[in-house]
């Protein structure tokens, strides 16, 4: 998976918006933030759906290649290098073809051009695929950089000119300086590598990196959900699969999977083989991936999902608290919906409204009708205060401590439920303060003028020996603080 991180180098700076002070302290935290970066790519499996397009293409190579290819493709009989079918298939005479399993062994280093002819697209990410050599078998598959939106669709024929890289022990083609030319074959089927729950062990899964592979269980249990819009699934072995939400998410669709959470179960997982953040991980590429759903226990309250723009309402912004890198920021929602909510996906975002510097909520939150909730950045280990907030939603996004303020969003799996004002920031004179919304104008629309919002006069907590001021959790004062 060395190209994951190589491959989303460019979206990291975005992460950390956190301009202000913290700025520094704050990098600390991209470990925590890149790792949404690959997960929130996720629509993009979905967007590049443009299939039918076609890519930048190589006219030489193409040409010489579509014959070959599709030689290639039928002689899937020999698992183990192109030599067999590139040297039967006559018209490739004086190409040399190089394979995804010589990439993948070891035998093609990193850093060699590479030439690689007749592979099948077996996911499309939003600047990545996966390909596979048709016979299948280890080493098969391999993670494809573009660095731009593919123009190919899962089935189709492909040749690449790119670049073998190992970053981050992610092996891949960076295709970002070269080309990936569609041999016009279509349609292709390739049947995934069917493997037990502890094949895919950290120490075992390494010759299925980039490979199509499905898991089966009797079922397989959702058994944890670490963040990140990913889930893990146990089907009774030692061995947890991480769920990826890289081509496809089931957390951005609650309305599909309902009572999803801890307990509920598929008979079948697929997908190409992902690896990123030191996890192997299944990354299904649609709901057909996805077999035999069965919800978990009921979820108390109304999802996030059937709730429209207002009916929850961000009423409290710590943008810049005392605690070191601004791990502790935190927000508090007020559910003005009438009907009790449960937040467990709830999305959470800045001014940049990206979903590749975004926050989640991972849990149950059940939030009672006319009740406030706080919602927290980064993790428990982070938490100074006294009391916890309902739930944490991770490494982003990092509310801006400088010049230009910021504001908070929160959205459901497809649109904004609502979005605050642009806070005003007073440097120094705001550190511990947060910015609260006038306890008479809670709703959806007030927010979004600045006059309605100061700053708190209450103290709440010392960490550190540090007044801290706001009313987390609880109904804003009505008097402001002149900072
Ligand atoms: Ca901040
Ligand atoms: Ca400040
Ligand atoms: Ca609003
Ligand atoms: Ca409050």
Redesign the pocket.
């Known amino acids: 998976m060395a190209s994951l991180a190589g491959a989303c180098s460019d979206d990291l700076p975005e992460v950390l918006d956190d301009g202000g002070s913290s700025s520094g302290t704050t990098d600390g935290t991209t470990t925590t933030s890149t790792n949404t970066t690959p997960g929130t790519a996720t629509d993009s499996g979905t967007t590049s759906g443009s299939e039918g397009t076609t890519v930048s293409v190589d006219e030489g190579s193409s040409s010489g290649g579509g014959t070959t290819t599709g030689d290639d493709s039928t002689s899937s009989g020999g698992e183990t290098t192109d030599e067999g079918s590139s040297s039967s298939s006559g018209t490739t005479a004086g190409v040399d073809d190089d394979s995804i399993y010589e990439i993948q062994d070891g035998t093609i280093p990193g850093g060699a051009n590479v030439d690689v002819r007749g592979v099948v697209v077996t996911g499309v990410a939003n600047n990545a695929i996966f390909v596979q050599e048709p016979a299948g078998g280890q080493y098969s598959g391999v993670y494809v950089y573009l660095n731009a939106v593919p123009a190919v669709a899962v089935g189709d024929e492909v040749d690449i000119l790119g670049t073998a890289a190992e970053f981050n022990e992610l092996t891949e083609i960076d295709a970002s300086a070269g080309v990936v030319t569609p041999t016009g074959v279509t349609g292709i089927v390739v049947m995934p590598e069917v493997v037990m729950q502890a094949d895919l062990a950290p120490m075992l899964a390494e010759p299925w990196e980039g490979v199509l592979v499905r898991i089966e269980g009797m079922p397989l249990t959702v058994s944890a959900l670490p963040g990140f819009s990913e889930f893990d699934v146990n089907g009774g072995g030692a061995e947890d699969t991480r769920i990826d939400n890289f081509l496809y998410s089931v957390l951005d669709r609650l309305g599909t999977y309902p009572d999803f959470g801890v307990g509920a179960s598929f008979t079948a997982i697929q997908g190409p083989l992902n690896f990123n953040f030191g996890e192997f991980k299944i990354a299904p590429r649609s709901a057909a991936d996805l077999e035999g759903y069965m919800g978990g226990p009921p979820i108390p309250g109304e999802p996030i999902d059937n709730l429209v723009p207002g009916d929850l ?2 009423t409290e912004v710590m943008f810049d608290p005392t605690c070191a890198g601004d791990e502790c920021e935190w927000i508090e929602v007020y559910n003005a919906s009438g009907i009790d909510v449960n937040l467990f996906g709830l999305r959470i975002q800045d001014s940049a409204l990206s979903v590749m510097n975004q926050g989640q909520v991972a849990e149950n939150v059940l939030v009672p009708a006319g009740a406030v909730v706080v919602l927290a950045h980064g993790d428990a280990a982070s938490w100074p205060y006294a009391v916890p907030p309902a739930a944490y939603y991770g490494g982003a996004p990092g509310l801006n401590n400088g010049a230009g303020g910021d504001l908070v969003a929160i959205l459901n799996a497809t649109e904004v439920l ?4 642009t806070y005003p920031v007073f440097g120094v004179s705001d550190d511990g303060i947060s910015w609260k919304l006038d306890p008479t104008m809670a ?6 003028d600045p006059l309605n919002w100061c700053f708190s006069t209450v103290v709440f907590d010392s960490p550190a020996a540090i007044d801290e001021y706001g009313s987390p959790a609880a109904v804003n004062e009505a008097a402001c603080a002149m900072l």
């Open positions: 309402v961000v609502d979005q605050t004002a709703d959806a629309v007030a927010n979004d």
